[in-house]
Antibody
């Protein structure tokens, strides 16, 4: 059974840093690109970052470019999102998702909440 | 960047109705479009991939169509469990979600 389990969220002050993790199981993690997607309270979904299966390419939404860094450790089946210079507008539920080029986002984590507030 | 516009933003319909949700891209996305369903308090779930392919386990009352810039998700006979917000997503150039359509029961 495929599982994606996020952790590392919480309440932080503006300007702070936070690192999210997503532990994958039930599939060959090292074969798939992985994404982070977020959803602000009562808002829609926002794609924020992609990392290729081998970390060779990384892409970011303009809203997080230069502040967030996506990475992965295939030996640990873990995806990361390092978030720096956090702003109130980064408050959201953050989801990791497995992307299959033939199927789309076929598996999602349960999400982890990040709240940026003074 | 490609913009995705969904309409309507809110749709009220009755059980048994045929329901059509629209998604319009700001440029041709070559059918590289998926549909996701998100129920309250849950993570999104893949319904349709590459415009018109039904994900395993999804009821056949869901279908997708479209080409170029215009895409549609259709529910042939609305069921109470279909109450959710539906998002389209393009991956032809960059990655962009539509703003969503909230589907309610009348």
């Amino acid at each position: 059974e495929v599982q994606l389990v996020e952790s590392g969220g919480g309440l932080v002050k503006p300007g702070s840093s936070l690192k999210l993790s997503c532990v994958a199981s039930g599939f060959t993690f090292s074969s798939y690109g992985m994404h982070w997607i977020r959803q602000a309270p009562k808002k829609g979904l926002e794609w924020i970052a992609l990392i290729y299966y081998d970390s060779s390419n990384k892409y970011y939404a303009d809203s997080v470019k230069g502040r967030f860094t996506i990475s992965r450790d295939n030996s640990k089946n873990t995806l990361y999102l390092e978030m720096n210079s956090l702003r109130s507008e980064d408050t959201a539920m953050y989801y990791c998702a497995k992307f299959d080029w033939e199927l789309g986002f076929d598996y999602w984590g349960q999400g982890v909440m990040v709240t940026v507030s003074s | 960047d490609i913009q995705m516009t969904q309409s309507p933003s809110v749709l009220s319909a009755s059980v048994g109705d045929r329901v059509t949700l629209s998604c319009k891209a700001s440029q041709n996305i070559n059918k590289n479009l998926d549909w996701y369903q998100q129920k309250l308090g849950e993570a999104p779930k893949l319904l349709i991939y590459f415009t018109n392919n039904l994900q395993t386990g999804i009821p056949s009352r869901f279908s997708g169509s479209g080409s170029g810039t215009d895409y549609t998700l259709t529910i042939s006979s609305l069921q109470p469990e279909d109450v959710a917000t539906y998002f389209c997503f393009q991956y032809n150039s960059g990655w962009t979600f539509g703003g969503g359509t909230k589907l309610e029961l009348k």
